[in-house]
């Protein structure tokens, strides 16, 4: 990350490519325990956080990625009442949970609470949800909040992760998806924010593959446009103990009013058409 003439710029490197944000203003910088968290106001994109120099959100483009997150699990899934989400500390995925009624109980286990309580102040919108009675907070590793939780306690498992570099690599490993089928109900869905189809077609290849052999039945990837994540373009993977993912409950999405700015149900289903490439990249047949 360089900060050149009033201009914020996120280089990925190793694919030849940056994305800059003109800028009005710093605002805000803490060093939590974990990582350098920044607070900027620019010019178009209302505010931006980074992680350790690397977008987290910003104000303008940050509903794409909650709601893609979130609804298209929720709505693959029978009837979601227990949902954890791990990681998610901007709470803008447990803001989206808590749309559907049916959800009795939401957990967030975020290893850095200083993430939360910065979003609470610079992203009220996000955290309208944290007062929610169904709603619960543990500040602590989701890695081990996993391992410990007892059978068949969720219906879904959110990761709402940062890149699979460091302590966050542990979140795409094959042990970590054990923990999370057993700790799944029956029909359990985990989903998990799985980067660029165009930059890191190869990172879901291998999620699809470690899912499979943590004992996943159904695996399916959806993707939609995220401008401000390298190259602009994200996915999810979706996982399913014992149904098929490619199914979902479009007659309830279509007639849920939950104030979405881009999910539907129409979106739900041209997400889960991927192209070719990607489509040869995770069976494994060429790019």
């Known amino acids: 990350m360089t900060i050149d003439n009033g201009w914020y710029t996120e280089e990925c490197r190793e694919h030849g490519s ?5 800028l009005k203003d710093k605002v805000y910088q803490e060093q939590s325990p974990y990582q350098l968290i920044e607070i900027y106001e620019t010019e178009s994109f209302g505010t ?3 992680l350790d120099g ?4 910003t104000d303008r483009d940050n509903f794409i990625y909650h709601e893609m997150l979130t609804h ?3 709505f693959t899934h029978p009837q979601p009442r227990r949902v954890l989400i791990i990681g998610g500390g901007d709470c803008g995925t447990l803001r989206e949970v808590l749309k559907h009624r049916q959800v009795q109980l939401a957990v967030l286990v975020e290893i850095d609470e200083r993430v939360t309580r910065v979003a609470e102040r610079f992203f009220p919108e996000l955290c309208e949800g944290n007062s929610d009675p169904r709603a619960r907070f543990h500040f602590q590793d989701g890695i081990r909040w996993a391992a410990d939780a007892v059978d068949g306690t969720y219906d879904v498992i959110i990761v709402d992760s940062t890149d699979p570099v460091g302590p966050a690599a542990g979140l795409y490993a094959e ?3 054990r923990h999370c089928y057993r700790a ?3 029909n359990g869905i985990l989903v998990a924010q ?5 930059y890191h077609p190869q990172l879901i290849k291998s999620m699809h593959v470690t899912m499979a052999t943590a004992g996943f039945q159904d695996i399916a990837s959806l993707h939609f446009p995220q401008c401000t994540y390298p190259s602009g373009w994200w996915s999810a993977t979706l996982a399913c103990k014992d149904a098929p993912v ?4 479009e007659t309830d999405a279509a007639a849920a009013a939950l104030s979405t700015r881009y999910y539907s149900h129409l979106t739900h289903r041209g997400a889960m058409a991927l192209p070719p490439f990607l489509q040869r990249a995770i069976a494994g047949t060429g790019a």
Request: net charge neutral; proline share 7%.
């Open 194 to 198: 799985s980067e660029s189809p165009l």
């Open 175 to 177: 042990g970590f998806y």
């Open 54 to 57: 690397l977008v987290m959100l």
């Open 246 to 249: 490619s199914a979902f409950r």
């Open 18 to 22: 940056a994305f800059s944000l003109k």
């Open 48 to 50: 931006l956080m980074t």
């Open 72 to 74: 298209p699990a929720l």
């Open 184 to 186: 799944l109900d029956s």
